[in-house]
């Protein structure tokens, strides 16, 4: 008989944090369930480990496949295996609260719903815990549309971590574009998704693996705006008002500035030739972008300074994040 929700997560050297995960659902309240782990040809011992608690528990099946270099190639590779009714996405580090699973099958079940989005709490190690997102602005009680799902999803009103149904994941698929297509992919999810509803169960998004793709400085992470790009695309394809293009567009803001803090952060540890290559791209990129950026309305006074910088040009934008820099590495005490 096929389990009612099918945990799909790709593995790649994740032996640190791996265990906390499995146990973390193992220990659901809720039960009928299987979690297909896809090992991208890890180096380390993840796969000795996934092995060990298959052996003794049949949810978990373990299949291994050539690196690909990206999570959703590793998911479309495990749904070919999940025979769920609901489908969850999940990193190798992230954590589920004990009722998660029974929360939101019991919200999809009682709501007719095509997508359940649970609470989602930053967690940063034991007793150690950051943001909290609850249903929209701490409402859990709304049922809401697609087209309104993908809006609120644009700023992370509401987070990409939801149980979704499964032929809807299988309609769309992960679009394999780049090393974030997976956020791509989760704004189709909910314009393809009729109700979307929230549950109280919550998912801990791990911050503190310094091993994590999105810690550590590579080319590929510029593959970010491409995402941006084909998601503008996707808005005006629907015929999505100016609002939001241009909450879409304060994406290409927000990873402006956190690529390159995430290149001053590493720019020591590499060649000299890679650093060129890495200006050479963020000024091409910022330089396309521009126009899009000064277009761009806030209202915070944090947000109007940091634009004002930002979007005067290249020199402004790389002196701003080299002195936003040094205020967030004293703010931290290092």
Request: hydrophobic share 40%.
């Given at each position: 008989?096929?389990?009612?929700?099918?945990?799909?997560?790709?593995?790649?050297?994740?032996?640190?944090?791996?265990?906390?995960?499995?146990?973390?659902?193992?220990?659901?309240?809720?039960?009928?369930?299987e979690?297909?782990?896809v090992d991208?040809?890890?180096?380390?011992?993840?796969?000795?480990?996934?092995?060990?608690?298959?052996?003794?528990?049949?949810?978990?099946?373990?299949?291994?496949?050539?690196?690909?270099?990206?999570?959703?190639?590793?998911?479309?590779?495990?749904?070919?295996?999940?025979r769920?009714?609901?489908?969850?996405?999940?990193?190798?580090?992230?954590?589920?609260?004990?009722?998660?699973?029974?929360?939101?099958?019991?919200?999809?079940?009682?709501?007719?719903?095509?997508?359940?989005?649970?609470?989602?709490?930053?967690?940063?190690?034991?007793?150690?815990?950051?943001?909290?997102?609850?249903g929209?602005?701490?409402?859990?009680?709304?049922?809401?549309?697609?087209?309104?799902?993908?809006?609120?999803?644009?700023?992370?009103?509401?987070?990409?971590?939801?149980?979704?149904?499964?032929?809807?994941?299988r309609?769309?698929?992960?679009?394999?574009?780049?090393?974030?297509?997976?956020?791509?992919?989760?704004?189709?999810?909910?314009?393809?998704?009729n109700?979307?509803?929230?549950?109280?169960?919550?998912f801990?998004?791990?911050?503190n693996n310094?091993n994590?793709?999105?810690?550590?400085?590579n080319?590929?992470q510029?593959?970010?705006f491409n995402?941006?790009?084909?998601?503008?695309e996707?808005?005006?394809?629907?015929?999505?008002?100016?609002?939001?293009?241009?909450?879409?567009?304060?994406?290409?803001?927000?990873?402006?500035?956190?690529?390159?803090?995430?290149?001053?952060?590493?720019?020591?540890k590499?060649?000299?030739?890679?650093?060129?290559?890495?200006?050479k791209?963020?000024?091409?990129?910022?330089?396309?972008?521009?126009?899009?950026?000064?277009?761009?309305?806030y209202?915070?006074?944090?947000?109007?300074?940091?634009?004002?910088f930002v979007?005067?040009?290249?020199?402004?934008?790389?002196a701003f994040?080299?002195m936003?820099?040094?205020?967030?590495?004293?703010?931290?005490?290092?």
């Amino acid at each position: 008989m096929d389990p009612a929700i099918s945990i799909v997560i790709p593995v790649f050297n994740g032996e640190l944090y791996l265990e906390q995960t499995i146990k973390s659902l193992q220990n659901q309240t809720f039960t009928d369930f299987e979690i297909v782990f896809v090992d991208d040809s890890s180096t380390d011992s993840s796969v000795k480990l996934l092995q060990h608690f298959a052996q003794n528990d049949n949810r978990i099946k373990v299949f291994q496949k050539p690196n690909g270099g990206t999570a959703a190639k590793a998911v479309n590779y495990g749904l070919a295996f999940a025979r769920g009714k609901y489908f969850m996405y999940s990193s190798q580090d992230d954590i589920f609260s004990i009722d998660l699973l029974e929360k939101n099958y019991a919200v999809a079940i009682d709501m007719n719903a095509d997508a359940v989005v649970p609470d989602m709490i930053l967690f940063y190690g034991e007793q150690n815990y950051g943001k909290k997102t609850v249903g929209i602005v701490g409402d859990r009680s709304q049922i809401i549309d697609g087209r309104k799902g993908l809006i609120l999803s644009l700023d992370w009103t509401i987070h990409g971590f939801v149980m979704w149904r499964m032929e809807t994941v299988r309609r769309c698929g992960f679009y394999e574009f780049g090393i974030n297509s997976d956020e791509f992919t989760t704004r189709v999810l909910y314009y393809m998704s009729n109700r979307i509803a929230f549950s109280e169960g919550i998912f801990y998004y791990r911050q503190n693996n310094i091993n994590a793709i999105t810690k550590k400085w590579n080319i590929r992470q510029l593959e970010c705006f491409n995402t941006s790009l084909k998601l503008e695309e996707f808005l005006l394809e629907k015929e999505f008002s100016e609002e939001a293009i241009a909450l879409a567009n304060k994406i290409i803001f927000i990873d402006l500035i956190r690529v390159q803090l995430m290149f001053l952060d590493n720019r020591r540890k590499m060649a000299e030739d890679d650093v060129y290559i890495a200006k050479k791209a963020i000024k091409n990129i910022y330089e396309t972008s521009q126009s899009k950026i000064k277009a761009l309305k806030y209202t915070s006074l944090k947000h109007k300074i940091m634009h004002v910088f930002v979007s005067a040009n290249y020199n402004s934008f790389i002196a701003f994040v080299a002195m936003y820099r040094k205020f967030l590495s004293l703010s931290n005490g290092r």
